[in-house]
Every structure is written in C-alpha cells, then in structure tokens.
C-alpha cells in the first residue's frame, strides 16, 4: 500500500498521526518540544498492565473531544497492526516533519508509547510475535524527507527506531539522533534494556504493573515512576527502600531526570471517568496494596 492509500484508508494525516498537544508533553516545551504516538492501549500493547488498567489515561482529558480521540487511536492501532510497514514509513515522515519545524531547539522528545507498551526496541514490539519493529524503508519515503525537510535516510530494513536517529540532517552535517530523543513510561520488565541503551531509548520503569518493575528498576538503576493520592513527599520508602522522589508533573521530560540512582518520579494522581477510591488507592504507590485490597 502507497503511502496515499494508506492515508485514505485509514484517515490519518499530518495533523492527526502524531499527538503534539498533549497537556503532559506540553510542559517539556521550553526544554524539550516532544512528540507522542497515541495508540489504543490493548492487551497487546499492555501486555503487563495491572492496578491501571481500570484507570487508564486513555479516557482522560476533555470529555467533549473523547469519542473523536478514541476513535483516530483504534484507526492508528488498526494501521500498525494491518499495514506495519506503510505505517512505519508515515511514522518517519511524520517525526522528521516534526523536527524540520523544531530545528532551532538544543534537544526533542520523541514518545512511541503515549498510552501503549510496545517494545520497538525488539524485532517483534508485542508478546505475540505478530508486529515487526522492522521497517523497508521506501523510495517514496527517502525522496518525501529530502525534497520536504532536506534530511537524508537510509532505503531499505532497518528498524524503526535507527531508521529516524540514523537519519542524517542536511542542513547541520549532524545525525537527527543528535538532538532527537525517544523516551517512555513502561510497566514490562521483558524490554530489551540493553538494546534500549544501545539505541539511546529512554526507559522509565513505572508501579502499577502486574510484574515487579520496582526490582528490577533498582537492578537497572533506571527511575521508577509511581502516582501518589494526594501531594508529593519529598522521600518516600517502598518495600524497604528510601529514595528521593521527583516532581514528575513539573516536566514530561524523563531523559532530563536525575539517574545517579533509582528515584521515584512522582505524579499526583490524575481523574478518570468510572474510577472508584478503591481503584485509585490500589494504583497508587502510597495507597493500600494489593493484598489489602483482596483482603478488604
């Protein structure tokens, strides 16, 4: 499918493939303007999702533009999942887009996962094996990002992620991976961290998973990210472990975090439509566990 078709198909275009607005991500502006995926959060992209399942930020926000947003994610994911590599080809050109307009900032944020976890870092982003990290690079791609934002990208397999920070700006001399950032939240302790590393992907493990990120994020010395009900302390002691916790509502901008050693990214907790006391309480790092609740 040309790219063409596929925008036709499936209503998606350069207003409407990449979230820019995002009230989060807004607050990174003055550091790091940033750029998220929006796609729908289901089983197969939250393989590990536990406690936030029944208070997912998928239904926040303004409730008069909701059905609108839900439907153009269920057209994003429907896209990725039918057609990986058109997808990914939009991806590159939607993204580049982004920076060619941002060019006079130091540092971007890129974000694949704004309410998913996908691991585009592995050959397969999803448990089941069935979407590809992999993208073929198309001619029509490579000739779209030169003529349009005079930026230069490698044709032919690559994977997602090395195809947009390998991209060479033309204009600078300099990789776009030298001033493009890509960072998520993610409840899976089955990423690859290693290869994230190596591809300069920023990973914050995050509570409220059904797997023990707080393990393995003080293994990795990677920053734990957790909702508080109310205020932010500026400690907090978990399982055992005292550690600083930092202001995660001030700035989406993870990369920014200190990382000297696992802290924990604070956020007080946000409203979503149908959630319960007991929903927030068992999300929350500091409301009642989980064991508590099944006893309750």
Not at 55 to 69: D, E, F, M, Q, R
Not at 120 to 130: Q, T
Not at 179 to 195: A, E, G, P, S, V
Not at 200 to 208: A, I, K, M, V, W
Request: with cysteine; glycine share 6%.
């Amino acid at each position: 499918m040309n790219l063409a078709e596929f925008r036709k198909t499936y209503k998606l275009n350069s207003s409407n493939f990449l979230t820019l607005t995002n009230p989060k991500v807004l607050k990174s502006d003055k550091i790091a303007p940033t750029a998220v995926l929006m796609l729908k959060p289901t089983a197969l992209a939250c393989p590990a999702a536990g406690t936030c399942r029944k208070i997912c930020l998928n239904t926040a926000g303004n409730p008069i533009y909701l059905k609108g947003k839900i439907a153009c994610r269920t057209r994003r994911d429907k896209a990725l999942r039918e057609e990986t590599n058109t997808f990914y080809n939009m991806l590159i050109i939607e993204l580049l887009r982004f920076y060619s307009k941002h060019r006079e900032h130091e540092q971007l944020g890129a974000r694949l996962n704004g309410v998913s976890d996908y691991a585009f870092e592995k050959d397969f982003i999803d448990p089941l094996y069935s979407i590809s990290s992999s993208v073929n690079v198309t001619a029509e791609t490579v000739t779209t990002v030169k003529k349009q934002f005079n930026i230069s990208i490698f044709q032919g397999k690559i994977n997602i992620i090395e195809a947009i920070l390998c991209a060479l700006d033309d204009e600078t001399g300099h990789k776009i991976g030298r001033k493009l950032r890509f960072y998520d939240y993610t409840k899976r302790i089955d990423r690859d961290f290693k290869q994230c590393k190596a591809l300069d992907y920023h990973l914050t493990l995050s509570h409220g998973s059904k797997f023990d990120t707080f393990s393995k994020a003080l293994e990795l010395g990677l920053n734990y990210a957790a909702a508080f009900t109310d205020k932010l302390p500026e400690t907090f002691t978990y399982k055992g472990h005292k550690l600083t916790v930092l202001n995660g509502d001030k700035t989406d901008w993870r990369p920014g975090d200190k990382s000297e050693c696992t802290n924990i990214v604070g956020l007080v907790m946000k409203r979503t439509p149908g959630e319960t006391d007991t929903d927030r309480q068992a999300f929350c790092i500091n409301g009642i566990t989980t064991k508590e609740l099944v006893r309750a």
